[in-house]
């Protein structure tokens, strides 16, 4: 279950060409001159749709492509930069739900749905950019994707063992449906945004209840 940043949120990075340890520069490029590209990124790409391109976000920055290859090392790591940005903020947005008490599941489920379909609703199109052309484009962004969304599954599964699961295989069964359950949902319901968000979260909060169910 992953999602997208409503602004320039930064993080360490860890394309070619990121951040070390300390917050040094790696490959000679500055970190904020990284950030005001991506900045550019986020840019052309809510304004211009999934299908910006790469000529668009270079000339938003007031550089050539190369150049802005050479601050990621190529266009993989733009898109991985781009992927880490977005996804690390959301989980940090959802963990508290994930920590939320066990006594009243439903609640707990519904405030990790809907925080997460306010996210990707406020910036669909960076969500289809990342899920749907970057991660078909490129397969280290695919398989960077996966390993976040593998890790989401594996953190709530831990949560749900620790909060009353008994069984912890089923505890990370369950953590790795709920994420894949929601990410799907999220996905469909942004293809048909005429039907009701909270009747979308309310449905899927009863599914995820009544799975937690002894």
Same mark, same amino acid.
């Given at each position: &279950?992953?999602?997208?940043?409503?602004?320039?949120?930064?993080?360490?990075?860890?394309?070619?060409?990121?951040?070390?340890?300390?917050?040094?520069?790696?490959?000679?490029?500055?970190?904020?001159?990284?950030? !005001?590209?991506? !900045? *550019?990124?986020?840019?052309?790409?809510?304004?211009?749709?999934? @299908?910006?391109? &790469?000529?668009? #976000?270079? *000339?938003?920055?007031?550089?050539?492509?190369?150049?802005?290859?050479?601050?990621?090392?190529?266009?993989?790591?733009?898109? @991985?930069?781009?992927?880490?940005? =977005?996804?690390?903020?959301?989980? !940090?947005?959802?963990?508290?739900?994930?920590?939320?008490? &066990?006594?009243?599941?439903?609640?707990? *489920?519904?405030?990790?749905?809907?925080?997460?379909?306010?996210?990707?609703?406020? /910036?669909? /199109?960076?969500?289809?950019?990342?899920?749907?052309?970057?991660?078909?484009?490129?397969?280290?962004?695919?398989? @960077? &994707?996966?390993?976040?969304?593998?890790?989401?599954?594996?953190?709530?599964? *831990?949560?749900?063992?620790?909060?009353?699961?008994?069984?912890?295989?089923?505890?990370?069964?369950?953590? =790795?449906?709920?994420?894949?359950?929601? @990410?799907?949902?999220?996905?469909?319901?942004?293809? /048909?945004?005429?039907?009701?968000?909270?009747?979308?979260? !309310?449905?899927?909060?009863?599914? #995820?209840?009544?799975?937690?169910?002894?």
């Amino acid at each position: &279950m992953t999602g997208l940043t409503t602004g320039g949120a930064t993080t360490g990075g860890t394309a070619t060409g990121g951040t070390g340890a300390g917050g040094t520069a790696t490959g000679g490029r500055s970190p904020e001159r990284r950030r !005001d590209l991506l !900045d *550019a990124a986020d840019r052309v790409i809510r304004r211009e749709g999934p @299908q910006a391109s &790469m000529a668009a #976000i270079a *000339a938003e920055a007031g550089i050539t492509k190369p150049i802005l290859y050479r601050h990621f090392g190529d266009k993989s790591g733009l898109y @991985q930069a781009l992927a880490e940005r =977005h996804t690390r903020v959301v989980i !940090d947005l959802l963990r508290p739900e994930f920590a939320r008490a &066990m006594s009243d599941p439903r609640a707990r *489920a519904r405030g990790a749905i809907e925080a997460y379909l306010e996210t990707i609703s406020a /910036n669909p /199109n960076l969500y289809r950019f990342l899920f749907h052309r970057a991660s078909a484009e490129d397969c280290r962004t695919r398989t @960077q &994707m996966a390993a976040i969304v593998r890790s989401v599954g594996e953190e709530l599964g *831990a949560a749900l063992a620790e909060e009353g699961v008994a069984d912890p295989v089923r505890a990370r069964v369950l953590g =790795h449906a709920f994420v894949g359950m929601v @990410q799907a949902i999220g996905d469909w319901w942004l293809e /048909n945004p005429g039907l009701d968000r909270d009747t979308v979260v !309310d449905s899927l909060a009863d599914v #995820i209840a009544g799975a937690l169910r002894p």
